[in-house]
Antibody, heavy 119, light 105 residues
Framework: QVQLQESGPGLVKSSQTLSLTCSVS??????????WNWVRQPPGKGLEWIGY???????YFNPSLKSRVSISTDTSKNQFSLKLTSVTAADTAVYYC???????????WGQGTLVTVSS | SYELTQPPSVSVSPGQTASITCSGD??????VCWYQQKPGQTPVVVIY???KRPSGIPERFSGSNSGNTATLTVSGTQAMDEADYYC????????FGGGTRLTVL
């Protein structure tokens, strides 16, 4: 059973860069069956997809965040990472990493990590 | 950008049928997933590819998708089904609906 675990700072200052890593166990991020996603959820609000990276390293992003987001992988560590630049209070959220399959949804999720943007 | 619209809330009596809609332009031409999220928990797929249930999801959960509307139906609703439900589709990227809180009164 695949497991995902987010890690990174829980507090980021406004205008700085948010960086998170998702460690994957029980499955390889090099598998061509899956894509590796970041999703966030502001407190008390709904889910917002941020983007994903697939086995070939191709990335796809939410158009509303595209100019500030990058996602990369480290296959040697079986990890993938998120960077979100120029953060503001609106970026305060629980950030989830998740494994997905085309047309089958995001079937496996990390527990999520709360990132607070402070001024 | 593509948008999916859900009602903010739906209420149902125990044992009755709850229907949660998700609307989007030509949504019937896309595959839709539905997620259940209980307080403090991560989302769980309850329906994928419009109508399919992952293993372990009760048969009382079903889905449909036609025209501009996808529907999640919960038959014989139980107290444990009280949760937030999100639809999700693909339109060159992944899109979530705003979510619907299902309350079992």
């Amino acid at each position: 059973q695949v497991q995902l675990q987010e890690s990174g700072p829980g507090l980021v200052k406004s205008s700085q860069t948010l960086s998170l890593t998702c460690s994957v166990s029980g499955g390889s991020i090099s598998s061509n069956d899956y894509h590796w996603n970041w999703v966030r959820q502001p407190p008390g609000k709904g889910l917002e997809w941020i983007g994903y990276i697939n086995y070939s390293g191709s990335t796809y992003f939410n158009p509303s965040l595209k100019s500030r987001v990058s996602i990369s992988t480290d296959t040697s560590k079986n990890q993938f990472s998120l960077k979100l630049t120029s953060v503001t209070a609106a970026d305060t959220a629980v950030y989830y990493c998740a494994r997905g399959q085309p047309d089958r949804g995001l079937g496996s999720w990390g527990q999520g990590t709360l990132v607070t943007v402070s001024s | 950008s593509y948008e999916l619209t859900q009602p903010p809330s739906v209420s149902v009596s125990p044992g009755q049928t709850a229907s949660i809609t998700c609307s989007g332009d030509k949504l019937g031409e896309k595959y839709v997933c539905w997620y259940q999220q209980k307080p403090g928990q991560t989302p769980v797929v309850v329906i994928y590819q419009d109508t399919k249930r992952p293993s372990g999801i009760p048969e009382r959960f079903s889905g449909s998708n036609s025209g501009n509307t996808a529907t999640l139906t919960v038959s014989g609703t139980q107290a444990m089904d009280e949760a937030d439900y999100y639809c999700q589709a693909w339109d060159s990227s992944i899109v979530f609906g705003g979510g619907t809180r299902l309350t079992v009164l």
